[in-house]
């Protein structure tokens, strides 16, 4: 059964850190492109970042160029989202999502096709 699971959200200040997990269970992650999605409040979900299958990256969001980045233990079966220099404006829920279709680098929102239940970050002082 295929299955996705985020966690390390959580409460941190402006200008902190905060290391997001995503383990995949049921499948083996380096198959896929495997990308970070978030929702703010009242607001649509958009792409954050985005590893591919051959393990390039491919950044969603500009807001989080040289901020965040995207790594994948394949040994773990598990895709890390690292934020540093964290803003208010980076407080969603982050969710981790399988693109099972396509086979060279990042594809579009739409071509997502398995999420996982999301995580919550909040940055606040």
């Known amino acids: 059964q295929l299955q996705l699971v985020e966690s390390g959200g959580g409460l941190v200040q402006p200008g902190g850190s905060l290391r997001l997990s995503c383990a995949a269970s049921?499948?083996?992650?380096?198959?896929?492109?495997i990308g970070w999605f978030r929702q703010a409040a009242g607001k649509e979900r958009e792409g954050v970042l985005c590893?591919?299958?051959?393990?390039?990256?491919?950044t969603y969001a500009d807001s989080v160029k040289g901020r965040f980045t995207i790594s994948r233990d394949n040994a773990k079966n598990m895709v890390y989202l690292q934020m540093n220099s964290l803003k208010p404006e980076d407080t969603a829920v982050y969710y981790c999502?399988?693109?099972?279709?396509?086979?060279?680098?990042?594809?579009?929102?739409?071509?997502?096709?398995?999420w996982g239940q999301g995580t919550h970050v909040t940055v606040s002082s």
């Open positions: 999502a399988l693109d099972r279709k396509t086979i060279y680098g990042c594809n579009l929102q739409a071509r997502y096709d398995y």
């Open positions: 049921g499948f083996t992650l380096d198959y896929y492109a």
């Open positions: 590893i591919s299958r051959q393990g390039d990256i491919r």
